[in-house]
């Protein structure tokens, strides 16, 4: 079975500097899709980021990049110039491979809560 | 704005109400999922339906009855909860996948239930 390991349940950081949220997992498989969701306290989950396990070259998205060791089964989020509205809760999420019934299903990790301080 | 609209916000109900939670989309994804989530825990998957029909439940008590009557449509049916399915319901939807394709999801503002 498909885990996802959070290790940092709680980080902070002063604002326009750069944090690294971890993310682990663990799967069999070898073609598959990783996210990095934001939940603000508004608590709409917000996509931030995404990478195809089969490409080697990491996901950017403005201000946030991922560093995906796929040997390591890692997949750290990196956001620069963190802003205040950055401020949630970021899960990790594997998506797997199809299932027998025909359908994705997403595991998500436990969660980091970021606060950026001003 | 979302793309993916929860009706209603919040909800305050007696554990021998009957009451539903809605959820909608317009962007033509044909997987659309149920999510369960406590405070401070991530999603937890209930139910998923593609294509209009269910294709997983994850064990849930059949006290919470999912209903997908169209495309752009889940319902989620409630009946005798209890005070611990007190927690935020979120919808989530996605395109169903070709070959080569990554799937996200795209998430609504959840609904928060509180069972008295």
């Known amino acids: 079975a498909q885990t996802v390991t959070q290790s940092q349940p709680e980080m902070s950081v002063q604002e326009a500097e750069t944090v690294t949220l971890s993310c682990t997992y663990d799967?069999?498989?070898?073609?598959?899709?990783l996210f990095w969701y934001k939940q603000p306290p508004s608590r709409q989950m917000i996509l931030v980021i995404r990478?195809?396990?089969?490409?080697?070259q990491n996901a950017t998205e403005n201000r946030f990049s991922v560093n995906f060791q796929k040997a390591a089964k890692s997949f750290s989020l990196k956001i620069s110039d963190s802003q205040l509205g950055d401020t949630a809760m970021y899960f990790c999420?594997?998506?797997?491979?199809?299932?027998?019934?025909?359908?994705?299903?997403?595991?998500f990790g436990t969660g980091t809560r970021l606060k950026v301080l001003a | 704005d979302t793309e993916v609209t929860q009706t209603p916000k919040h909800l305050v109900m007696g554990m021998t109400n009957k009451k539903s939670l809605k959820c909608e989309q317009h962007?033509?994804?044909?997987?659309m999922y149920w999510y369960k989530q406590k405070a401070k825990k991530p999603p937890e998957l209930m139910f998923v339906?593609?294509?209009?029909?269910?294709?997983i439940n994850e064990s849930v008590p059949s006290r919470f009855s999912p209903e997908c009557p169209n495309s752009s449509l889940l319902n989620l049916h409630l009946h005798a909860l209890q005070p611990e399915d007190s927690a935020l319901y979120l919808c989530?939807?996605?395109?169903?996948?070709?070959?080569?394709?990554?799937?996200?999801?795209?998430f609504g503002d959840g609904t928060r239930l509180s069972i008295l």
């Open positions: 989530a939807s996605s395109l169903q996948p070709g070959p080569s394709s990554y799937q996200p999801q795209h």
């Open positions: 799967t069999s498989e070898n073609n598959y899709y």
């Open positions: 990478q195809e396990a089969y490409k080697q």
């Open positions: 999420a594997f998506m797997t491979d199809l299932t027998t019934s025909g359908t994705y299903k997403y595991i």
């Open positions: 962007m033509g994804h044909r997987a």
């Open positions: 339906y593609s294509y209009e029909k269910l294709s």
